[in-house]
């Protein structure tokens, strides 16, 4: 993941030092969408080192500093601080960093007689026989890649479709009217003021635009365009 890239068509305002909107195709949609399948807990780690206002950082670092004398033996910290990040139906480029999962694996365990009972406890009782449940089984985890869509795409949008993203990340497909509309909602009478510009999108611009997302209704543009910005954009 680490060399994962897109690439984004953004259109600019230089009057009012803004993003219009991006022209952006599946992945970046699929990215987008897949936020909402993070966890508090991804999201709380992987912006631990951002500006993070609230209480969840604070959360984190108790859950992380507690001591494992006092979590429940069928437990695992890993279970909250560092979720699995579920993805249904699609391969999708999440374009984060990856969320390093703990080595351990939950133990399983059944009585020597009935299969039909398992217990994370090897302490438990077979209530089938009422003998402990001292054999260990193993887990089998599911396959990582979950069968993609009929179209064999996978991700959540389809392809070959541009896509147009808002500043405020409302989405939609790509159309010239609505474009044309769009300038006109924007008051942008002079096009000479709006400019093209092409950029990536990787890791650290994902980063910064789930910050900026929780935030801001002007994400794009506090993403990539300088913080300083010359003129307040009036939040819709």
Known sequence: MADTKVSLKLLI???????????????????????????????TMLLQKQNMSGSLRSLYKSIENLSDIYIQPDQDKDFLLKPQVAISGAKVPLLLPSVEQSNTSKK??????????VSHDWRAICPACKCSMTTEVSYVNPPSDIKAS??????YVKGLITYMVM?????????TISAITLLSKFNVTDVGSVEEKVV?????????????????????????????????????
Do not use: W
């Open 200 to 236: 990536d999108f990787g890791m650290d611009e994902g980063v910064r635009l789930l910050v900026a997302s929780l935030q801001s209704k002007t994400v794009l543009t506090d993403v990539f365009l300088p913080k300083d910005r010359n003129h307040t954009v009036n939040e819709e």
């Open 13 to 43: 305002d230089k009057k009012s030092h803004r993003v219009l909107f991006a022209e952006a195709d599946n992945k970046f949609v699929d990215f987008l969408f897949s936020i909402f399948t993070m966890p508090v807990g991804t999201v």
């Open 150 to 155: 009929s179209s064999g795409e996978g991700g």
């Open 108 to 117: 399983l365990y059944r009585c020597g007689s009935h299969y039909g009972n």
């Open 167 to 175: 500043d405020n990340l409302d989405v939609k497909p790509m159309s």
